[in-house]
């Protein structure tokens, strides 16, 4: 019997984690996107639940390595049936997940009214900003049987990137600025987030003091996780170059 499971450290802590929004970014080769993977399969056996898996555009999906391909190595052995016309896996349970391109910023109505458990980003840094608000709006299991949350990989971003920028800012409590590097002692912890009426962020350690200051918010959990190469033993040993 062959053993499907999250490797110790960063990708196992990912999985675990509760935060409505979860982070996973460093070092390429970090297991990053497999994690990403992993975290449908942790649900796929309730039967309403549903993710789409985005990345920004078509041929990124289904590239050489990229998730669509990569996903056979998984969701094949969970028993899922894949529709290669629509990019759409369904579990025997009945969970459905789907990979989807999101190329142009007015492409993120084509999910206006969706309701989605799980929302992947796959490069979160290559996305725009406008695109991962309007998302999250989307991230809602009306079955009651998953909670929402959301998936993102990145890599290193400069605060100046046009695209991505934001994400580094998103980011900036977990990041060291002297060194633009993530700061280990805050991997994995969850502070809390609401977004006012004029997009702006406000940010605090815990759900009652975003609550008390901005009383009728609904605050979302948003955690960083840190990887590096050596936090994933299987590529290194199946490739050590």
């Given at each position: 019997m062959q053993e499907i499971r999250a490797q110790s450290g960063p990708q196992e802590q990912a999985l675990a984690s509760g935060a409505d929004v979860v982070i996973f970014g460093g070092a390429a080769g970090g297991g990053k996107s497999f994690g990403l993977l992993l975290a449908v399969a942790q649900h796929s056996d309730f039967p309403r639940f549903g993710a789409e898996i985005f990345r920004r555009t078509?041929?990124?999906?289904?590239?050489?390595?990229g998730l669509?391909?990569?996903s056979f190595r998984?969701?094949?052995?969970l028993g899922a049936e894949p529709k290669q016309?629509?990019?759409e896996w369904t579990f025997p349970s009945g969970a459905r997940v789907k990979f989807s391109h999101m190329q142009h910023a007015n492409d993120r109505f084509n999910w206006d009214g969706a309701q989605i458990p799980m929302i992947g980003f796959d490069q979160l840094e290559s996305f725009e900003e406008i695109q991962f608000w309007y998302l999250l709006s989307r991230n809602r299991d009306p079955s009651g049987q998953v909670r929402?949350?959301?998936?993102?990989t990145c890599n290193p971003v400069p605060a100046d990137d046009p695209v991505g920028g934001w994400l580094h800012a998103f980011?900036?409590?977990w990041i060291d600025p002297a060194t633009g590097l993530a700061i280990e002692a805050r991997s994995g912890a969850v502070r809390w987030l609401i977004r006012d009426?004029?997009?702006q962020l406000h940010w605090a350690d815990t759900r009652e003091d975003l609550v008390a200051r901005f009383p009728g918010s609904d605050p979302k959990s948003v955690t960083f996780i840190r990887s590096l190469l050596d936090d994933n033993p299987a590529l290194t040993e199946a490739d050590p170059g």
């Open positions: 078509f041929p990124e999906l289904t590239m050489t390595g669509w391909p990569e998984l969701f094949g052995l016309t629509t990019l929402p949350f959301i998936f993102g980011l900036q409590w009426a004029h997009d």
